[in-house]
């Protein structure tokens, strides 16, 4: 009877501990999976955060006035001066594995502009984020001093991929990926020279994506909407009210332009000041910004800008 008070014990406690023991990976790997996923999700929305848009922090949606408002509000690219290629950028003073790439061309075709481009960025975790985007913009209405309406479409398509262990059997590989489609849509209105207002709603869709252990997540929807007053020339105030998933912020910006082609740029959202510097020249344009990561790091903008044909008189009237 003793021994099997004993084996029956021994049983029991082996029981207790393997059955601790599987509610503790069973927590970590959903605590890891969500971290994952949120991860994914910065990554993916970190295309709305060009050069120029972090420097006058994130007020782009109005002002549009670059190719990588094909990422932020397509409408924005009625602005665009001719044929432009855009590229960009982008370190981190904090994480030396993080990267991101960004390319735009621009095309204006009548009362339309035409763009396609390509965004990049890479992380320590061996996380991949790869956005292809096919946009337009077209003038709906043109009245004179520059005033206009204008509307754009950008077609998206999202490709996350990580590297991954031995274990993952449903992963089959060493890598995992998966894509989804998405559209974009923006409106633009100026009805005076030295006013402009934005709208844009970033994946209308909402599509989902797998990132590894079956896991599903929503590339989340991204709306943003707001101003900008332009005084003399000289000065450029913004506002613009975003809202991704269930968090809402108001950004605030401020572009001071000298009598030489130098810029200043500076922005204010989420307890972050940003700032930057670019040069605006007839054929080029160079610009660098600095905005914090919130992790006591700062992401490091460089974009170039180089126009090929002459500005288009109907925009610029």
Not at 289 to 299: E, I, R
Request: net charge neutral; glycine share 10%.
């Amino acid at each position: 009877m003793r021994l099997k008070w004993i084996i029956r014990k021994m049983r029991n406690e082996i029981f207790r501990v393997l059955s601790t023991f599987a509610a503790f990976l069973f927590l970590s790997s959903c605590v890891n999976a969500a971290v994952l996923g949120d991860h994914f999700l910065e990554l993916l929305a970190s295309a709305g955060n060009s050069a120029r848009a972090s420097a006058t922090g994130n007020t782009f949606c109005s002002l549009g006035d670059d190719p990588s408002t094909l990422f932020i509000n397509p409408a924005g690219l009625i602005t665009v001066e001719g044929s432009v290629l855009y590229g960009e950028y982008v370190a981190n003073s904090r994480d030396t594995k993080y990267r991101a790439v960004r390319t735009v061309a621009a095309v204006p075709y009548e009362k339309a502009v035409f763009s396609a481009g390509y965004y990049r960025t890479e992380s320590g975790e061996d996380i991949v984020a790869d956005i292809f985007a096919l946009g337009t913009a077209v003038r709906i209405l043109q009245g004179t001093q520059g005033s206009f309406l204008s509307a754009g479409l950008t077609l998206k398509s999202g490709r996350l991929s990580r590297g991954v262990s031995g274990d993952c059997i449903s992963c089959g590989s060493t890598r995992f990926s998966d894509s989804a489609f998405s559209t974009d849509f923006g409106i633009m209105l100026r009805p005076l020279p030295m006013v402009s207002f934005g709208y844009s709603v970033e994946n209308l869709q909402k599509p989902e994506l797998e990132y590894g252990d079956g896991s599903v997540l929503s590339w989340e929807r991204n709306t943003r909407w707001g101003g900008s007053v332009f005084w003399r020339e000289k000065v450029i105030l913004a506002w613009q009210k975003e809202t991704a998933g269930n968090k809402t912020g108001n950004h605030f910006g401020l572009i001071v332009m000298t009598n030489t082609p130098l810029e200043f740029m500076s922005g204010f959202h989420d307890e972050k000041v940003s700032g930057g510097l670019r040069w605006d020249d007839s054929r080029f344009d160079l610009l660098v910004s600095f905005t914090p990561d919130g992790g006591g790091g700062v992401d490091i903008h460089a974009s170039f800008e180089i126009l090929f044909k002459g500005i288009p008189l109907e925009v610029k009237q």
